[in-house]
């Protein structure tokens, strides 16, 4: 089998009323070489049905079934599972209640390819509500020396919509409760 270029990973709590969604918006990606690494932390509603579904349907599905829910401390251990068996090149986030845009993957890989110095990559966020339609947006900057100089005071990235490279190094660490991706990035940044 040929080794994935993208592992995306997502954690699945409870997220059955978005979840087709946004499983679908990875699946129908136009960039189709990637893994799909899916932790169900102990849902208690239709997510884990919806996920099995969608194995049983895509090879490229790999769910991963925790034992014991632990809170927001487990969602932080959840994206370490995952990055600590992804196989890709990248790593790709996605959330259990967001969208992505069908061309995401290729446009990221493109620049991550062409870029080989950058380590990781974002894009903008829409904001959409239940009927698809726009209701706001999020916009960071789009060069590494704005990024940087602007990320002390408000925040560039948006986590759902990072590739970042995968490093033997790179991991989430647990005690930036609710801040992880922050931490993350400015970790880094200072590499």
């Known amino acids: 089998m040929d080794q994935k270029l993208i592992s995306v990973i997502m954690s699945v709590y409870n997220g059955e009323k978005y979840l087709v969604q ?16 899916i932790i169900d932390d102990c849902s208690t509603d239709n997510s884990s049905h919806i996920l099995q579904e969608y194995a049983q349907k895509d090879s490229r599905i790999k769910i991963i079934k925790k034992e014991k829910n632990i809170g927001i401390k487990g969602f932080i251990e959840n994206l370490n599972l995952g990055i600590s068996i992804a196989e ?29 110095k950058i380590s990781m990559v974002g894009a903008q966020i829409d904001f959409i509500n239940e009927k698809n339609e726009i209701i706001g947006e999020k ?3 789009l060069e590494h020396e704005e990024i940087v100089k602007k990320m002390t005071s408000q925040i560039q990235l948006f986590h ?4 970042f490279r995968n490093h033997q190094n790179i991991k989430y660490r647990e005690k930036f409760i609710y801040c992880e991706d922050y931490d993350l990035y400015l970790n880094l940044i200072t590499q």
Do not use: C, H, W
Not at 88 to 104: F, H, T, W
Not at 160 to 163: C, N, S
């Open 22 to 37: 946004a499983i679908d918006s990875i699946l129908n990606q136009t960039y189709q070489n990637f893994e799909f690494i």
């Open 139 to 141: 916009i960071g900057a």
């Open 88 to 116: 890709g090149k990248y790593i790709a986030r996605m959330d259990q209640d967001d969208v992505s845009l069908p061309e995401r993957f290729q446009k990221q890989v493109i620049f991550l390819e062409n870029n080989p």
């Open 160 to 163: 759902p919509v990072i590739m």
